[in-house]
């Protein structure tokens, strides 16, 4: 090749050489702004104690954490249990949680059945309970309940939902419910504020837990100011990735709380508060 030619080539190939190098740092960097806003975006997974903790926390269950011994656990409910508004099955709240509590728990041998069917309301979840509670025998319940009663303006079945614990605790299951969802679908019927009442009642006369969903919803959008479309889908009624997750995260911390992490473990948090 002709010197002159040579080094023409030479020249060209550097060049193309940088275009490529700055093309690549460019987009990397565009890529890098990408994720910092994106986490930025992502809302802080909080709440405070009195409303993500347990009033009555199921002993057996926590006993049997302390022992190591397998966990099932049995989620009950409609379509916020179910996962309706989730980008995928393992982002519902029960699959979170499965994968929290495992999380935490290594070695320990966790179940967690996913039994949420959508637009269902207490007399229909009752009806389930034989092949979908019963007789999975599991250890601890969670009963998402009166969502949909709201919903559709239907009276509220408090007495249902009394004698549809009773039934759980029958069975030799510990129980948690789960009440409605602070979603703008939610807050637009008269009927929610009594629904809660109703549930809170429920929790405590009948000595079981409460896991207390619309309050967690509640402190997100009025103390953390995390939007309607950051904590739900685009439908205004169900949750997403995000809310979901946060649920599970807190709901294990919650059942955790205060327990001595069997050995070979990892010590279980006694905060609510986690990201």
């Not at 679908?185 to 405590?204: E, P, S």
Request: charged share 20%.
């Amino acid at each position: 090749m002709i010197p002159s030619i040579r080094s023409a080539a030479a020249g060209s190939a550097k060049r193309l050489a940088l275009a490529v190098l700055l093309a690549c740092a460019a987009t990397a960097a565009v890529q890098a702004q990408t994720q910092g806003a994106q986490a930025q975006d992502v809302p802080k997974c909080s709440a405070p104690a009195d409303a993500a903790g347990l009033e009555n926390l199921p002993a057996n269950f926590r006993e049997k954490i302390a022992e190591r011994r397998p966990l099932k656990i049995v989620a009950i409910g409609s379509s916020s249990t179910f996962g309706t508004g989730a980008s995928s099955p393992d982002k519902s709240y029960p699959s979170r949680l499965e994968a929290e509590l495992k999380a935490q728990l290594p070695g320990v041998p966790i179940t967690v059945l996913n039994k949420g069917i959508g637009g269902e309301e207490a007399p229909q979840m009752i009806a389930r309970f034989d092949a979908d509670v019963f007789e999975e025998a599991p250890d601890l319940v969670l009963w998402q309940v009166g969502s949909n009663s709201v919903l559709m303006n239907h009276p509220t079945p408090g007495e249902m939902i009394r004698e549809g614990v009773e039934s759980l605790k029958a069975s030799g299951t510990e129980v948690i419910l789960v009440n409605p969802q602070y979603a703008p679908k939610i807050l637009a019927k008269a009927d929610i504020g009594h629904m809660v009442d109703v549930i809170t009642a429920t929790a405590r006369d009948s000595e079981v837990g409460l896991f207390n969903r619309f309050g967690i919803m509640r402190y997100w959008f009025e103390s953390e100011r995390i939007s309607f479309e950051q904590s739900l889908s685009s439908d205004g009624l169900h949750m997403n990735d995000w809310s979901y997750a946060c649920t599970a995260k807190l709901l294990a911390t919650a059942l955790l709380d205060g327990i001595k992490a069997p050995a070979a473990t990892a010590a279980a948090p006694a905060a609510i508060k986690t990201r």
